[in-house]
């Protein structure tokens, strides 16, 4: 028995669930089931998501738990409950099916796994239940808050803003209110009067709040202008709090995880905001006159009609694969004027680190990291993208490491081996059928021993299917190592003629990121077999088909057909790093 090596399997929804430690009753729960059934457990074989919704699949202790079962790692799995894997119940029926045909027990806590088509029907009816349940809980939810929005009940608003203190239902003797906050109310007047009669602009607004001592709501003796522009867009001030403000949504595609953030959101959705017309309006106190807050409204609207038009869309080329090395903060482009020798001004833009604008962190930065200019870097990284293409020698030593995979586990035998294990097992399945239907052996004996030959062989089944998609894999590659000459001479005559657009389509589809230190600039380029290969059937990049990137199945080559202008070199030391 120990031979087998174990994992277990914990996650808790909430943030404050993660906070208030509610999932070491899991984790005490699992290891003392684990130690009572005779197993060890290893640290690195327990997958732990804390604060994560169960709505998705995209979680980080799911996936690392999913790639070792894949790797042939898992031989038992505890879990607490069938709704720890997940909220859906096609989402249970998924990873279960997953695990059985890799081989792999699920044991779940609460209750066994049925091995009976009796016990999996009611497996599958309370699972369907539970999702209904849970549905109409969310959407009677959604009814009740709305219908209480339109009878004017404060007790549906998520928190009191700025100015105000929430008075809970149990504390407001059976319905809930806001109180004005004396000292925040005086500010929020400050602010209205600086901007609706003083004209004042919002950054002039921060740093009077910032002279004068008066912190944020958090503690933060800095206020920024997004906190400055919620309050004075609030129509809660005048009397008049809105429901309803945002919605909830599918996700937004991401180039790049944020700093200090993992890249699997905790939450499988995102919200958006919805149009004024479709607030519902709950009475509340008034801290301002509303003829002040329609002066305030119509300067903001002012300020937007008579401000310089903006750019919209991308405007460097590099934007959103910059990353400081120092503090791990993005990179951003900020344009500037200089004055030249004779007088006359001449303009270029920087790449600049977020850790230094000392503003966004209450007047202290936290990098030292120097600014960039953008042509300079852009031509860099421009160079390190052509000299890659140009001399493809990097990723044919690539390819070629990835043709020799680590040899896993079970898999030394070969394709031979397997397929002839498996023809074995499946006799002895038919042998031990035909045993019981002979009367040779009991109900009590032929069940387990059925049951471990149909593990056995989807065990070996998963491994014979992991072979094989190595194989094709290794054929794809044994094929793009033979047409990198002929692409590199193709890409030679198109990438002395790309223009603005082709160059960021190529550097967003090559590059993974750009790491910009103090005193070398590292490049790190993506590598992916679909580059090259020109199949509509394939999974195409992360990135591939939105912002401007090449569609799903388009490859490099099409891509170059559309270069036409020239594009300078540059002869920066850069460090290239093939991933």
């Not at 539970?130 to 959407?139: N, V």
């Not at 903001?300 to 090395?325: E, I, K, T």
Request: with cysteine; glycine share 8%.
């Amino acid at each position: 028995m120990s031979e087998l090596q174990v994992s277990i399997y914990a996650r808790v929804s909430s943030e404050q669930q993660a906070e208030a430690h509610t999932i070491a009753s899991q984790l005490a729960a699992l290891r003392t089931r684990v130690a009572a059934d005779g197993y060890q457990l290893v640290r690195e074989q327990a997958c732990i998501d804390e604060g994560y919704s169960g709505a998705t699949l995209v979680r980080p202790g799911l996936e690392r738990l999913r790639d070792l079962v894949a790797a042939g790692g898992v031989d038992r799995l505890y879990v607490h409950s069938p709704d720890r894997l997940a909220r859906k119940y096609a989402y249970q029926v998924l990873l279960i099916d997953e695990w059985q045909r890799a081989g792999v027990e699920v044991v779940f806590l609460n209750r066994a796994l049925g091995q009976t088509p009796e016990d999996e029907l009611l497996l599958q009816v309370q699972g369907m239940v539970a999702e209904y349940e849970r549905a109409k809980i969310l959407e009677r939810s959604r009814r009740g808050k709305r219908h209480a929005a339109y009878a004017g009940a404060v007790s549906v608003l998520s928190a009191a803003p700025y100015g105000y203190r929430y008075v809970s239902t149990h504390a407001g003797g059976g319905q809930a209110r806001f109180e004005i906050h004396v000292e925040e109310a005086q500010v929020v007047r400050q602010i209205f009067d600086w901007i609706g009669r003083e004209r004042l602009t919002l950054g002039e607004v921060c740093r009077r709040l910032h002279r004068a001592g008066t912190g944020t709501r958090r503690g933060r003796p800095v206020w920024d202008r997004g906190t400055v522009w919620g309050i004075l867009k609030n129509p809660a001030y005048e009397g008049m709090a809105a429901f309803g403000k945002t919605r909830v949504g599918p996700l937004r595609p991401r180039l790049r995880a944020q700093r200090g953030r993992q890249r699997q959101p905790r939450r499988a959705y995102a919200r958006y905001a919805v149009p004024a017309e479709e607030w519902i309006g709950v009475p509340v106190p008034a801290l301002i006159e509303p003829a002040l807050f329609e002066t305030v409204q119509a300067q903001l609207r002012d300020n937007q009609r008579y401000a310089r038009q903006r750019q919209r869309g991308a405007r460097y080329l590099l934007q959103g694969l910059l990353l400081c090395a120092r503090c791990g903060y993005a990179y951003y482009g900020k344009p500037v004027s200089t004055r030249a020798a004779k007088g006359q001004r001449r303009a270029y833009a920087y790449y600049r680190c977020i850790g230094t604008d000392a503003y966004r962190f209450g007047g202290q930065r936290v990098c030292d990291n120097t600014q960039v200019r953008t042509d300079r870097l852009e031509a860099a990284v421009w160079h390190e993208v052509q000299r890659l293409l140009e001399h493809p020698q990097h990723l044919e030593q690539e390819y070629r490491r990835r043709l020799a995979p680590p040899v896993k586990r079970g898999q030394e035998e070969g394709p031979a081996m397997l397929h002839a294990q498996l023809g074995k097992l499946r006799q002895g399945i038919a042998r031990l059928i035909d045993s019981y239907a002979e009367g040779l052996i009991e109900k009590s004996d032929f069940e387990p021993r059925i049951t471990r030959l149909k593990q056995r062989i989807a065990h070996l089944e998963a491994q014979a299917k992991q072979l094989a998609d190595e194989a094709t894999l290794q054929a794809d590659l044994r094929l793009i190592i033979g047409r990198l000459e002929d692409f590199a001479a193709q890409v030679t005559n198109g990438l002395d003629q790309a223009d603005w657009l082709s160059r960021r389509e190529l550097m967003r589809t090559l590059v993974k990121r750009v790491e910009v230190d103090q005193q070398h600039v590292k490049v790190v380029f993506r590598v992916d077999s679909e580059l090259f290969l020109s199949n509509p059937g394939k999974k195409s990049l992360q990135d591939c088909g939105r912002r401007g990137e090449p569609a799903a199945g388009e490859s490099l080559l099409a891509l170059y057909g559309r270069c036409v202008d020239a594009a300078e070199p540059s002869g920066h030391p850069l460090r290239t790093v093939c991933r």
